[in-house]
């Protein structure tokens, strides 16, 4: 039988793989034409990253060489684009000339994505697909030199940390929060970002960018915050797109890829397609695995046989950066029919995830140590049961799977003497069972005393519990402990202190470092955490507004109607004809139903519609009202009576006073909400004796009051002090405010703080400690810095979360 | 006959974040997880027809603004002592970014 005509489009990794299997199964069935716009045949594509960082060369990574392709009869016309494909005729034609064919493959993979950004074909911008690019970006290598790299997916760090090895200056932009959001989670992403970082690698999250300028070739790069980064190099790694010209002109069935069934085949019997190129199901691929198993089956098909299908599999991912230990696979999503188990090892930066749907693993991910990764992802493939008994040890991968299934209990005792407990100071399950008997210890502060175990970071609390429960027996009893929630066995009062003494400082840090046992922690800590982060670094924390209630992500009151209030600042309680009148306007204007005082001596507008925020919030501050913060846990307000302006009893002035508090205090964040008042003499109009912080002007001065409550529970308040300047008034009151937010827990009003904390202690702190009150002092107002923008203004312009205030119109 | 609409870009959305559409009338909230995964749901809690796009999003579940009672985002089920379900919507992410929901016959 003579030998059939076969041309193959695009000599790529797929193709490689296709040809290989098919000279195995049918050696002699084709005359094999292969064209490749590169100007040269099959190499490793995946490989070029090692090429780039200088760990390996180009010659390495070349899978298929000139004798290769003489020994197999293949005509190659390298550095030739096909430009058609004439199905009447079954001719394809080159730049130079056209060949004709029996079957025809095309497997012309994908094309990288160039944002149209202005300046993007200026020399200098590349792209990172194949090997001219690599070798361009190698010729840009000037160490100290600086590079951009647009992209924080898996090619833009491989670029980054080539670029960061051949000694340039290296800058990652990404749009989104997180590295690699597609292939990890939050934490993970955490992780990554604090090891590139660590080889200085600068990470900017969140980075848009605007344009990029340059005269002959790029000078930088542009962000639209402003941000102006030069850079003698841009890459461009945002993603690629199935290369479908070709085919498409041809007239065959495309949709994001050229369409294919489970045999390869186009919608042209005699064409055939695999690769990037191709879209099977719904699906594309970007991964060499899947496109592998196309390669068998396109080549059994064209050897005639009909019995192999292709069909969609997950895929796993592995950052090929040395030194960087990180496996994605399957399916990772969170969903209600899923369970997670997830395992921290902050001391080894080892974050472990693994899904579950219906008992059977879906998807993993792991950093820092990924030897158990394969044999995750074949259970994920094969979709093995994993059985009850196996599934808390689950974790710890294949070398624990084996033997015996374990409780908690058990694999303490498993673990040999020599075993790590303590990582932060470095203290052995020998070390301690020995102190527990020689000492006699029968609790965890015993043992924290004598080993320190448990002592730092606390996250190995669980184990050393664990190791007392299990020498001890029934005469260990675990201690109940408040936690914050069910994400983690902390309490407050140890997260604060950690998240200062580990310098945490984004909330993936602190779920990492504490070992929070949820990925992304819930609706309770996520609020908490976020204050904590906020009180604990004003000058450097990025406030997380998806971890806020909606109150305080769109600074108004939400209504049972999905309505919003809005209550502008009245300082001291004070307003006056032009306020009050733009208030009017604004209730008309707007057809807002309903206009209240509050108890708090402020006006409240009721029931505005949600789209009408921005709107009603530009029109009140341009009457010059700003928020009265009236949904925050932040301070509320400051009641003040008339005082010695007006008042014949008033011995001081109140009023100023009062809007002194409120001017000074506005805008900051606290542990729940605070309310002041100040009062002119002891009759005590302003109810100071009942708030949060009261004060209550005298004679001889100033009576500072606090911690009393008139909600839920109704107390007096108790006398913190006494004072007799004005001055002396306002650092006394900051000094506690701003105690009251390095120490309140999340939730906890400033009765409940000073009841846990006693009064003494308190006083101890900000009345004879005249020092520490001025560091306090000072403190607030260096946090304060950073807390006075009115948050309306920032919406009313349009400039901060306007997807907020705004519905998806559907393109019907 | 169903059909599907392509809504928006992923990118629209906020992280942990929601946005509201309305089709047919019916206010349906997008969400968006920290891990990228979309879903549609009628934007009406099972308790007291609160409106869930307000709410905190964390892994597969948003906690209503109103009384906290916490959804899954795929089933649109209670979870915990609650009882209830909402309506939900199938949704693909197509190109890796255009955001196609299904929606019923009108
Ligand atoms: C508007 C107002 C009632 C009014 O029309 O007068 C009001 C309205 C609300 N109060 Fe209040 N409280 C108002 C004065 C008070 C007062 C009196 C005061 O401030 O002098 C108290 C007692 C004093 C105190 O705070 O201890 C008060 C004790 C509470 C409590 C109980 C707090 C506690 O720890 O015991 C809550 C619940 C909470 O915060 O968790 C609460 C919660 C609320 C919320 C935020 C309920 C909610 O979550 O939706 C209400 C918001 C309505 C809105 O959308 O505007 N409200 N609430 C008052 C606004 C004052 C202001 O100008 O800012
Ligand atoms: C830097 C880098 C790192 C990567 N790392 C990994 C990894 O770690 N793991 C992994 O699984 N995957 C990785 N990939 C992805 C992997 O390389 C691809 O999935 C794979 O190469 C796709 O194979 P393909 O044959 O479909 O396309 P390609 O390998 O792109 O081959 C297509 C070929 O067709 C040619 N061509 C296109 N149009 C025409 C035309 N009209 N005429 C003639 N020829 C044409 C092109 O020049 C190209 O040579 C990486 C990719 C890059 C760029
Ligand atoms: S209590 Fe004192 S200050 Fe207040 S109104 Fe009465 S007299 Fe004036
Ligand atoms: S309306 Fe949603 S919890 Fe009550």
């Given at each position: 039988m003579p030998k059939q005509k076969l041309v193959i489009i695009g000599a790529g990794m797929a193709a490689g793989r296709l040809l290989e299997h098919l000279f195995e199964t049918a050696p002699d069935a084709f005359d094999v034409t292969l064209f490749n716009a590169e100007p040269r045949g099959t190499y490793n594509r995946i490989m070029l990253s090692p090429v780039l960082s200088g760990e390996k060369s180009y010659e390495e990574i070349v899978t298929h060489d000139d004798d290769w392709y003489t020994e197999h009869g293949v005509t190659c016309r390298f550095g030739e684009r096909v430009v058609a494909i004439d199905r009447e005729k079954k001719i394809v034609s080159g730049e130079n000339g056209d060949v004709p064919y029996d079957r025809l493959v095309i497997a012309t993979g994908s094309n990288p994505f160039i944002i149209?950004?202005?300046?993007?074909?200026?020399?200098?911008v590349l792209a990172y697909r194949d090997a001219d690019d690599t070798d361009r970006m190698i010729e840009a290598c000037k160490p100290g030199a600086k590079a951009v790299v647009i992209g924080g997916g898996l090619l833009g760090l491989e670029a980054a940390a080539g670029l960061r090895l051949r000694g340039m200056d290296v800058t990652v932009l990404h749009?989104?929060?997180?590295?690699m959001e597609r292939q990890l989670d939050p934490s993970a992403g955490y992780l990554l970002e604090k090891e590139l970082s660590g080889r200085g690698i600068t990470i900017r999250t969140g980075a848009n960018s605007k344009e990029i300028y340059g005269k002959d070739r790029v000078e930088g790069i542009r962000l639209d915050d402003g941000t102006d980064l030069p850079a003698s190099l841009i890459v461009m790694a945002v993603g690629i797109r199935p290369n479908v010209a070709v085919a498409k002109n041809a007239g065959l069935d495309v949709g994001r890829g050229i369409l294919v069934d489970a045999r390869m085949q186009?919608?042209?019997?005699?064409i055939y397609s695999l690769g990037e190129c191709v879209e099977f199901e719904g699906n594309c691929y970007g991964l060499v695995a899947p496109l592998y198993e196309q390669a068998k089956v396109c080549a059994a098909a064209l050897a005639g046989s009909a019995d192999q299908a292709f069909v969609h599999t997950e895929t796993a991912t592995k950052l090929k950066v040395t030194g960087v230990d990180l496996y994605s696979a399957g399916d990772f999503t969170d969903g209600d029919d899923r369970d997670e188990i997830v395992f921290r090892d902050p001391a080894r930066r080892i974050y472990k995830r693994l899904v579950l749907k219906q008992n059977r693993l879906i998807g993993a991910v792991l950093y820092g140590?990924?030897?158990d990764g394969a044999w995750f992802f074949d259970k994920i493939r094969k979709a093995e049961e994993i059985l009850p008994e196996a599934r808390a040890t689950l974790i710890f991968g294949q070398s624990f799977a084996g033997g015996a299934p374990l409780d908690p209990m058990a694999a303490v005792a498993a673990?040999?003497?020599?075993?790590?407990?303590?990582g932060c100071n470095g203290v052995s399950k020998g070390q301690i069972i020995g102190a527990i008997d020689k000492n006699g210890l029968c609790d965890l502060d015993g043992v924290r005393a004598c080993?320190?175990?448990?002592?730092?970071?606390?996250?190995?609390t669980g184990l050393v519990e664990s190791l007392l429960a299990f020498r001890l027996g029934d005469a260990f009893a675990a201690p109940a402990k408040k936690t914050v929630?069910?994400?983690?066995?902390?309490?407050h009062d140890d997260v604060r202190r950690l998240i200062v003494s580990q310098q945490l400082k984004s909330i993936p840090a602190v779920m990492q470092e504490l070992g929070w046992k949820t990925s992304c922690g819930c609706a309770k800590c996520r609020p908490a955490l976020n204050y904590y982060l906020i009180a604990s670094w004003p000058n450097e924390y990025v406030d997380d507004?998806?971890?806020?209630?909606i109150n305080e992500r769109v600074h108004a009151n939400i209504q049972k109607n999905g309505t919003y209030s809005v209550v502008p600042r009245a300082w001291g309680g004070m307003t006056t004809a032009a306020e009050l009148r733009a208030v009017a306007d604004v209730v008309d204007k707007f057809n807002i139903p309903a206009v209240k005082y509050t108890g708090g001596q402020r006006i409240d507008m009721l029931g505005v519609r949600k789209e009408d925020l921005p709107a009603v919030w530009a029109d009140l501050n341009a009457a010059g009202m700003v928020s009265g913060?009236?949904?925050?846990k932040s301070l509320r307000t400051v009641k003040t009576c008339?005082?010695?302006?007006?008042?014949?009893?008033?011995?001081?002035?109140s009023t100023g006073l009062g809007i002194k508090l409120e001017k000074m205090m506005w805008g900051s964040w606290t542990p729940h909400k605070v309310k002041l008042a100040v009062s002119?003499?002891?009759?005590?109009c302003a109810e100071?004796?009942?708030?949060d912080i009261g004060v209550v002007c005298v004679d001889s001065g100033y009576e500072i009051h606090f911690a009393?409550?008139?909600?839920?529970e109704v107390r007096g308040t108790d006398l913190l002090t006494k004072v007799t300047t004005e001055a002396d008034a306002l650092e006394m009151c900051a000094a506690l405010l701003q105690l009251y937010r390095e120490q309140g827990f999340y939730l906890e009003r400033i009765y409940k703080w000073s009841a846990r904390v006693g009064i003494e202690k308190i006083q101890a702190q900000i009345v004879d400690d005249a020092e520490n009150r001025a560091a306090l002092y000072a403190r607030f107002l260096d946090s304060q810095r950073n807390a006075q923008t009115d948050p309306w203004a920032e919406r009313a312009s349009g400039q901060k979360d306007a997807h907020e205030f705004s519905e998806l119109v559907l393109a019907e | 006959m169903e059909r599907w609409i392509?809504?928006?870009?992923?990118?629209d959305i906020p992280v942990r974040g929601s946005r509201r559409t309305r089709f047919n009338g019916v206010e349906i909230a997008l969400f968006r997880t920290s891990e990228d995964a979309v879903y549609a749901i009628?934007?009406?809690?099972?308790?007291?027809?609160?409106?869930?796009?307000?709410g905190i999003v964390h892994d597969c579940a948003v906690t209503c603004p109103l009384h906290s009672w916490v959804f899954d985002l795929a089933t649109g089920k209670a979870r915990g002592a609650d009882e209830g379900q909402i309506q939900t919507y199938p949704v693909e992410v197509r190109d890796g970014r255009a955001v196609h929901v299904r929606f019923p016959a009108r």
């Open positions: 149209p950004l202005p300046g993007h074909d200026l020399p200098g749009l989104m929060p997180t590295l186009t919608s042209d019997p005699s140590e990924t030897s673990l040999p003497d020599e075993a790590e407990i303590c080993t320190k175990a448990s002592s730092s970071c606390g996250t190995c929630c069910g994400c983690t066995d902390l309490g507004g998806q971890s806020r209630f913060h009236a949904y925050g008339v005082g010695s302006d007006w008042c014949r009893f008033g011995t001081q002035d002119g003499c002891p009759r005590n100071a004796t009942c708030k009393g409550a008139a909600g839920m | 392509d809504v928006c870009v992923v990118d009628e934007n009406r809690c099972a308790h007291k027809g609160g409106p869930l796009s307000e």
